[in-house]
């Protein structure tokens, strides 16, 4: 097992130095879903949410998230970001006491000595919540879940694809 690099020797927390690594496109594809109400994913999809346009303004809040990412999480770089894309897709419910739910997938690029794997994460996190946020006046108990890393391609370790990916992860 790897030895985590965010600890000195001492053990104390430092940001990771990476400026003896190589440059090289980086690519992080992070997914969730949030779980709902068949009358909130109506609202959703009919665009009569009180707030306004709920995915469009959740991609855009995925999008700025993952610009913000360094300013978010301690110890993470600021990176140059090359590409942000958010894409949701609904799944209804087959039964009426069964939930629906929208799904979220961000792919997050660049070109630099670092992953952008927490920038997708983010991307995928604040476009759930602010779905959240827009809905909750009509559905609180909407439910945040299967928030995950589900590739990263580049740099020194390659490629990973998480083992439990499936289809449905993926808009």
């Keep these: 097992m790897s030895t985590l ?9 430092h940001m990771v130095d990476v400026a003896a690594k190589a440059a090289s496109h980086r690519i992080g594809v992070a997914g969730g879903r949030i779980d709902m109400l068949p009358a909130t994913l109506a609202i959703i999809e009919a665009g009569t949410a009180q707030k306004g346009d ?9 999008i700025m998230a993952a ?5 978010l999480i301690p110890l993470c770089h600021p990176l140059a970001l090359t ?4 894409e949701f897709k609904v799944q209804h419910a ?8 929208v799904l979220c997938k961000a792919t997050v690029e ?3 000595p670092t992953g952008v794997e927490m920038e997708a994460l983010s991307a995928v996190s604040v476009a759930l919540l602010t779905i959240y946020d827009m809905c909750k006046a009509v ?5 945040m879940t299967d ?21 449905h992860d993926k808009p």
């Design 5 to 13: 690099t965010h600890f000195d020797d001492q053990g104390q927390a």
């Design 54 to 62: 709920v995915l469009g303004i959740a991609r855009i809040a995925g």
């Design 67 to 71: 610009k913000q990412t360094s300013a």
């Design 83 to 86: 590409r942000v894309a958010i």
């Design 94 to 101: 087959t039964d009426q006491n069964e939930t629906c739910s």
């Design 110 to 112: 660049t070109v630099g």
């Design 139 to 143: 559905d609180r108990g909407m439910v």
């Design 147 to 167: 928030i995950k890393l589900l590739e990263k391609h580049g740099g020194k370790s390659g490629s990973f694809i998480h083992p439990t990916a499936s289809p």
